[in-house]
Nanobody
Framework: QVQLVESGGGLVQTGGSLRLSCAASGRTFRRYVMGWFRQAPGKEREFVSAITWSVGTTYYADSVKGRFTISRDNAKNTVFLQMNSLKPEDTAVYYC????????????????????WGQGTQVTVSS
């Protein structure tokens, strides 16, 4: 069984920062890319950022580019999302996900392109 566990969410004021972590545990699994998605109430789950596990190539949604930074620690099986200059529209449940093989760049930004998901962590940005 593979488990992805997110942590680091919370309540922050506009302009503040948070750092999310996602730790992978359980059986060893091949991972091609790790991603972060978010889902606000009444909205669809949307892509935030992703990083390829071996090379470290990063991808960002336009809405977070320049404010969020994704990174990984291969030895600790952990991926991070540093979120700066937070805005109220960043409020959502943030999910970590893992894809076990390369489906192509399109699916890297789609929830359907991932095989494992965490339970999510709430991020709330107050105005």
């Amino acid at each position: 069984q593979v488990q992805l566990v997110e942590s680091g969410g919370g309540l922050v004021q506009t302009g503040g920062s948070l750092r999310l972590s996602c730790a992978a545990s359980g059986r060893t699994f091949r991972r091609y890319v790790m991603g972060w998605f978010r889902q606000a109430p009444g909205k669809e789950r949307e892509f935030v950022s992703a990083i390829t596990w071996s090379v470290g190539t990063t991808y960002y949604a336009d809405s977070v580019k320049g404010r969020f930074t994704i990174s990984r620690d291969n030895a600790k099986n952990t991926v991070f999302l540093q979120m700066n200059s937070l805005k109220p529209e960043d409020t959502a449940v943030y999910y970590c996900a893992a894809a076990t093989y390369n489906r192509g760049d399109y699916y890297l930004r789609e929830p359907g392109g991932y095989d494992y998901w965490g339970q999510g962590t709430q991020v709330t940005v107050s105005s």
